[in-house]
């Protein structure tokens, strides 16, 4: 629109531990303030990640709607399935996005990631193939598929890939249509991997995503300290090195999440290792901070991570959101 910078298309990611009747009304509420897309996470043992979409499909007639699914509780032609159904449900706003899996959501189900770029890439063909609208017969890495055909017909829609291992990265860039980064100071050297995939694979748009929650009041960081122990799951070394954390302080963080969980580990966080893992600092500083950041990395998608419950207040943080990413510019 008129006066807005080029940037950002705004998306929120809703970790479905909500009730679904106030996910619903969060999604409605961010459709209404102009939120381009919501990405639903599907983290296994909370609400049920396409019932709510296909809720959210009827409730809603613009914004772009997806989950954020791994590809080992699922198997690969069951989400393209599910994806076909979605685009049919939505209309075509469909968006799927793929992560390797993490240990929460993996480890209650006794399920081991092992060898997540074939995993991962073999989702990708599967899906691509299944969504020819062809009958397909196919062997891959992990996965095959005999004679398999999906009953909704050919389809367009887009495969985002959540990542921060190098390989990952490389895939994100080689066959994605977008890569979804999530830690502030590592976006240049993640999205510098990222551009050496794009060099070796297709010739097809990027779009590049930040997720972040943003924080820009005292009980705002305080929240994120407790979250602060999720950047010490599943990290690669380069992400933890640019957290600024040494050996050291990796050790006492972990241990400290192993015998106290979020809650021990938020102490141990000082406001330069939050600032090092998202933006956290005044409205103002946001603005600017922001700006910055879609300036030097060509950002095109701002996504807030929406992960507590009440209507009114998270209402009021995407109205917030909007405000700060609207408002951003490169100083």
């Not at 050297?189 to 010739?203: K, L, P, S, T, W």
């Not at 192993?258 to 102490?267: F, M, N, Q, S």
Request: hydrophobic share 45%; aromatic share 4%.
């Amino acid at each position: 629109e008129d006066g807005e910078p080029p940037m950002t298309r705004l998306g929120l990611q809703l970790i479905p531990q909500l009730p679904v009747v106030e996910l619903i009304e969060t999604v409605q509420a961010a459709e209404e303030l102009g939120y381009d897309y919501c990405l639903v996470a599907d983290e296994g043992f909370m609400h049920d990640v396409y019932v709510v979409l296909g809720a959210l499909a009827g409730a809603t007639s613009r914004i772009t709607l997806g989950p954020v699914t791994n590809c080992y509780t699922r198997h690969p032609a069951v989400t393209a399935a599910a994806m076909a159904t979605l685009q049919e449900a939505t209309g075509g706003r469909a968006l799927l996005e793929l992560v390797a899996g993490g240990t929460m959501v993996l480890g209650p189900m006794g399920l081991t990631r092992t060898a997540p770029l074939g995993t991962v890439a073999d989702t990708i063909s599967i899906c691509r193939q299944l969504w020819s609208g062809e009958r397909v017969s196919w062997e891959g890495n992990r996965f095959r598929l005999t004679d398999a055909q999906l009953s909704a017909g050919a389809q367009q829609i887009p495969i985002w890939v959540g990542a921060r291992g190098e390989r990952l990265l490389e895939l994100a860039g080689e066959q994605a249509d977008g890569v979804v980064l999530m830690v502030k100071s590592d976006l240049g050297d993640a999205m510098d991997v990222v551009e050496q995939g794009r060099a070796a694979g297709d010739v097809r748009p990027l779009t590049r995503v930040y997720l972040d929650r943003l924080a820009y009041t005292a009980a705002m960081i305080e929240e994120a300290k407790g979250l602060y122990s999720y950047a010490l799951m599943d990290s690669p070394d380069r992400m933890l090195g640019n957290l600024g954390l040494d050996p050291a302080e990796i050790e006492a963080l972990r241990a400290a999440l192993l015998h106290g969980g979020p809650a021990a580990v938020a102490p141990l966080v000082t406001d330069t290792m939050l600032g090092n893992f998202q933006i956290a600092v005044t409205p103002d500083q946001c603005r600017a901070t922001l700006g910055n950041l879609v300036a030097a990395h060509q950002l095109d998608v701002f996504m807030m991570n929406v992960t507590t419950s009440g209507l009114d207040a998270n209402v009021a943080l995407l109205t917030e959101i909007r405000s700060i990413v609207r408002d951003s510019s490169p100083s």
